[in-house]
């Protein structure tokens, strides 16, 4: 989906591009290629999605979090003697080593964060990673709210056939470097929320009659 087309922007400032290559007719040679126009709506239904849930601003939030996280903590472990001497450094001398370097903040600076720190970065990369692949299950719930549960797992199978993707992907590996879920995961979850949504709707209903009869 993030290669056809894609949201951007919050606050006043939002927009929902489309590629060219999702439109059906497109391409002369590949005339087959593209969706048609109910499938579209589908498409931008669900970058709908991303604006109603406001992702964009829980993903800047987040992003900023990490890495304005990552430089404290940085500049906290810089001044840490224990960390100096992990690493061969004269702790019982600093003296020398700000007359020497100028600054030992920075040796301090590079050892914090390129072996200290990296796991720690990593991790939260990784949590970044699992928001936006659950923003884009969000994003296909609100296109199902929107009446276009079916027309989405058409145009989602079709965009990948014309992209020649592969609809699997180990759950482990995806997990870490997909940044949106695999064609299976999301019908199966698409599946799982239309079906749930038909019992809600059914158990209304039926409340409703119930309702009424006692009225």
Not at 46 to 65: P, Y
Not at 131 to 158: C, M, S
């Amino acid at each position: 989906m993030h290669s056809s087309a894609f949201f951007y922007g919050f606050l006043g400032f939002q927009k929902v591009v489309i590629f060219a290559r999702l439109i059906e007719g497109h391409s002369h040679s590949h005339p087959e290629k593209g969706l048609p126009n109910r499938q579209i709506e589908a498409v931008v239904a669900h970058e709908f999605g991303h604006w109603r849930n406001r992702h964009s601003e829980k993903g800047l939030l987040f992003w900023h979090f990490m890495q304005i996280s990552t430089v404290i903590l940085t500049l906290w472990l810089r001044s840490k003697e224990i960390i100096y001497q992990a690493f061969g450094f004269p702790v019982d001398q600093p003296n020398a080593i700000i007359k020497n370097s100028g600054n030992m903040y920075l040796p301090g600076m590079l050892i914090a964060y390129y072996f200290i720190l990296r796991m720690y970065h990593h991790f939260f990369q990784t949590m970044h990673q699992l928001q936006q692949r659950e923003f884009e299950i969000h994003a296909d719930q609100y296109a199902i709210q929107l009446g276009y549960g079916t027309i989405l797992e058409q145009a989602l199978i079709k965009i990948v056939k014309d992209h020649e993707g592969f609809p699997s992907a180990d759950l482990l590996y995806s997990l870490f470097h997909h940044n949106h879920p695999c064609l299976l995961e999301r019908l199966q979850r698409l599946q799982e929320h239309q079906h749930n949504r038909r019992n809600s709707q059914i158990h209304q209903n039926q409340d409703q009659n119930n309702n009424r009869g006692l009225q």
